[in-house]
């Protein structure tokens, strides 16, 4: 079984890369890309083609709540997972209307988190 790709969309460079420590330490997953930007996420997911979009809600420009309803009106368009660090009641409410799998607060993302979203997605 071929890794489950992933492109990391965050406007913090520290946070892509604690974001791809933890998809690294991830079994059968791997990092094809990072974004810093909403628009970035969409030239990104369009050029690599990611499996799975780990996309900060708050981007500078398009924010990751359009940019995942960019990605999500392609049928063959990844899964988008939406991460902030906002708690889950003081999110915006088009999150879950942008057709994002699954919302996970920053300072509860890890290898469970994530494998376990990769699972809803996949029914597995």
Known sequence: MSPVSVLIVDDHESFRRVAASVVEATDGFIVVGTAGSGEGSLVAAERLRPDLVLMDVNLPGIDGIEAT???????????????????????????????ALTYIAKSAFGPERLSAAWAMATGG
Do not use: A, K, M
């Open 69 to 99: 309803r960019r990605l999500r009106t392609d049928s063959r368009g990844p899964v988008v997972v939406l991460l902030s660090t906002d708690d889950e009641g003081d999110l915006d409410p088009r999150v879950g209307q942008c057709g």
